[in-house]
């Protein structure tokens, strides 16, 4: 996953995460569950700052950068037409 997909991912849990009379409906075992997921995928997931900003602890005015770097083709790459070859030119 992109960090722009665990932000997203994080920004729905956040929301979404208290019922009506304000109970969580996220335990924070079911978040280190998913966090140890995500790192597992990547060695560079920042698993407490990702359940710091689901959970409100985050700092106000701090971008929320859960991975060293997205793992998506920057801008103006292209990707080669040969299979063979699989890393943007």
């Not at 978040?31 to 407490?48: G, I, M, P, Y």
């Not at 959970?55 to 971008?63: F, K, M, V």
Request: glycine residues 4%; aromatic residues 10%; charged residues 30%.
């Amino acid at each position: 996953m992109t960090n722009k997909d665990l932000v997203t991912l994080a920004d729905t849990l956040r929301i979404n995460n208290r019922t009506a009379n304000a109970a969580t409906e996220f335990t924070p075992d079911h978040l280190r569950v998913l966090a140890d997921f995500f790192a597992s995928q990547d060695a560079s997931f920042k698993r407490e700052r990702w359940m710091d900003y689901i959970t409100g602890e985050w700092e106000p005015g701090i971008e929320p950068i859960f991975v060293d770097c997205d793992k998506t083709l920057g801008a103006g790459a292209t990707w080669s037409r040969n299979p063979s070859r699989s890393e943007p030119r």
